[in-house]
């Protein structure tokens, strides 16, 4: 039963409410510990068979095949676009695809550290509202890797399949769209999430690496940023975000229940997020007074912009919103407008109370 209001931000986004209830009736003392989570050495047994458990139950839940690490990083995806290149591009050539404001914050930063080339770009004057053709790339042959964002997160421009290989290597950062949908890992050379999305606390990134792309940093990576470091000591070259890595795992945990009987796993969870976009995307396209502006294969399953055709109206939409319960729906400063974000958390009655309002307020308008 839904005891809280909707909460439709962006990242940090909603919680599963049982996995919150179950940090707090744990919050004093983990399992007989006679500790919180947040107060164990990240050594001793305990965390141990926390950390283990939340990365076995990730590598079921998304399939990542037994030759890829699982590292537990921390800076979250920004910090992990300086990362990538210290560790993979070998100080020579980068090729990135550039489809909204992640990406093009991704391709500024590497260009610290490497030779970047655009594969692919949208002309953004009107705004990040497609994804280039495939047939239009123009990635280079000898670069090291090929780097795309998977879902816009600010735009609500997704990859609904991985880009063709091109036969590069692939880097994906799957921010907000990882454990949303299945994801072919193996054709990744690696991806990257900061957590506060789909996953848990900020500051917790989560990176999938194959371990023939591990060991050839530049030499100015800092050491706690090495992939080779942080597998060769388990995510514990120095001390990880151990509360964070706790709540990732019950998240983890709580995906799995929702499956459970399921034989389809995290495919079980895409339909329940498609049919939870199909039905806010059909209420902005019957509507007079919303709209919004992504090409329709294109469209994000995870954020979801729209615009009012009166921006008059806007502070009163939010308003009217905020007292039903409906919080965080301001859209992006870069972009304006609306934005709802409907992660894994986000129940379909969430989106229906959030579709309910919006044809109240256009009647009433
Ligand atoms: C939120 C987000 C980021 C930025 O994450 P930080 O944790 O703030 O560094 C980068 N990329 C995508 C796709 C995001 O959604």
Redesign the pocket.
């Known amino acids: 039963m839904q005891t809280r209001p909707y909460n439709f931000s ?2 940090p986004a909603a919680m599963p409410d049982d996995v919150l209830r179950q940090a707090a009736a744990e919050m004093l003392d983990w399992h007989g510990s006679g500790m919180s989570v947040m107060e164990m050495s990240h050594r001793g047994v305990h965390f141990g068979r926390i950390i283990e458990q939340a990365e076995t139950d990730l590598r079921e839940l998304l399939g990542v095949p037994a030759d890829y690490h699982v590292l537990f990083m921390q ?7 300086a990362i990538v290149p210290l560790n993979l591009s070998r100080a020579a050539k980068a090729d990135y695809v550039v489809t909204g404001a ?1 990406s093009q ?2 391709q500024l930063e590497a260009r610290k550290y490497c030779d970047v080339h655009l594969a692919a770009q949208v002309d953004a004057s009107h705004g990040y509202d497609r994804i280039p053709p495939l047939h239009t790339w123009q990635p280079r042959p000898d670069a090291q890797y090929l780097h795309y ?1 998977a ?4 735009d609500g421009v997704e990859f609904h399949d991985v880009p063709g290989r091109f036969g590069l290597p692939l880097v994906a ?4 769209t990882i454990l949303s949908r299945p994801v072919d890992v193996a054709a990744h050379t690696c991806i990257y999430a ?1 957590a ?2 789909n996953i848990g606390p ?2 917790l ?1 989560l990176v999938i690496v194959h371990r023939d792309a591990v060991g050839h940093a530049i030499p100015a990576c800092p050491s706690a940023f090495d992939y080779a470091v942080a597998a060769r000591n388990g995510s514990m070259y120095n001390t990880p975000p151990t509360y964070a890595i706790y709540i990732a795992g019950l998240v983890f945990q709580w995906l799995k229940r929702q499956t459970e009987g399921s034989l389809q796993g995290i495919a079980a969870i895409a339909e329940r997020n498609r049919k939870k976009a199909e039905l806010l995307y059909r209420c902005i396209d019957a509507s007079a007074l919303y709209y919004n502006r992504v090409a329709k294969p294109d469209r994000s399953r995870m954020n979801v912009p729209f615009f009012l055709r009166d921006e008059t109206l806007n502070e009163a939409f939010l308003q009217g919103a905020q007292s039903r319960g409906l919080l965080q729906l301001k859209g992006h400063k870069s972009v304006g407008g609306m934005r709802a974000s409907i992660y894994n958390a986000m129940p379909l009655a969430g989106v229906q109370a959030l579709v309910d309002y919006m044809q109240a307020f256009e009647r009433d308008h």
């Not at 800076?75 to 676009?81: D, I």
């Not at 879902?151 to 600010?154: G, R, S, Y």
Request: aromatic share 4%; glycine share 18%; proline share 0%.
């Open positions: 962006a990242g800076g979250g995806a920004l910090a992990e676009n992640w914050k991704s964002c879902n816009e997160t600010i950062d799957m921010s907000s900061g506060q999305k900020a500051g990134t």
